[in-house]
């Protein structure tokens, strides 16, 4: 059937069954007859488009975020101080993550006293208790083969001391007078791939500082002390 647009009023053909729901002959008549509501921001004031949501009130998110809690949209970065965009966080504090990281260790930093020697340090965090490597490696209790030499050491009536740190390397004893540096070598850890070549580096090193070395092997947790009594005899 035939009606009358009434926007054109140009004729135009509908079927029967939505007969009352065509008014308009096309699209573009439609859309030009459709509401356009403007209205004003009620925080910044600016004009925006209402469209389907008759009840808007703010212009943007960001907007109705200010309005609505009368919270800030901008904060001061707590360790910079450089005023950055906070979003929908409520929490966040920092502008950027590098200002979160340093403010974090600065807090986190805490004085004690090592464990080993009673200098006193700075710790990251709670799990520090020496305050370096070679005091860490210092107080941890010695190893069975380590034991064994030590006692060897003590019985002969040698001054030695334990774990003394070279820089590059750690012997297991150090005899002073005897200007001695002296290797314990597991089984396990020293028959590893590319082991050996470390210790002949670790050997070239202290032996440029003129520091005598001997490593002792050992068997199923025995040592084998024939390289050690053949030096301190033969000198």
Not at 122 to 137: E, F, L, M, P
Not at 203 to 219: A, F, K, P
Request: net charge positive; glycine share 6%.
């Amino acid at each position: 059937m035939n009606k009358l647009c009434e926007k054109c009023s140009r004729v135009f053909v509908v079927t029967k069954h939505k007969e009352r729901l065509h008014r308009f002959c096309s699209r573009e008549c439609a859309g030009v007859t459709k509401r356009i509501l403007h209205r004003k921001c009620e925080l910044c004031g600016e004009q925006f488009f209402v469209g389907r949501r008759v009840s808007q009130k703010f212009c943007s998110r960001e907007c109705a975020y200010v309005g609505l809690t009368k919270k800030p949209l901008y904060r001061l970065c707590e360790y910079c101080g450089i005023e950055f965009k906070i979003g929908y966080n409520k929490l966040k504090r920092f502008c950027r993550r590098a200002c979160s990281v340093r403010i974090t260790r600065v807090h986190n930093y805490r004085w004690r006293t090592c464990k080993f020697c009673g200098n006193k340090f700075n710790a990251a965090h709670d799990g520090v208790h020496h305050c370096s490597i070679t005091c860490s490696q210092k107080s941890k209790y010695p190893t069975s083969v380590e034991r064994e030499l030590y006692s060897f050491l003590d019985y002969y009536g040698y001054v030695y001391e334990q774990q003394k740190d070279f820089g590059r390397t750690i012997p297991d004893a150090f005899v002073t007078s005897l200007s001695l540096a002296i290797f314990v070598d597991g089984e396990y850890w020293h028959s590893l791939p590319g082991r050996r070549s470390k210790d002949i580096e670790c050997n070239e090193y202290l032996m440029s500082q003129g520091i005598h070395v001997i490593r002792l092997d050992t068997c199923r947790n025995i040592v084998d002390f024939i390289p050690l009594v053949e030096y301190l005899l033969i000198g």
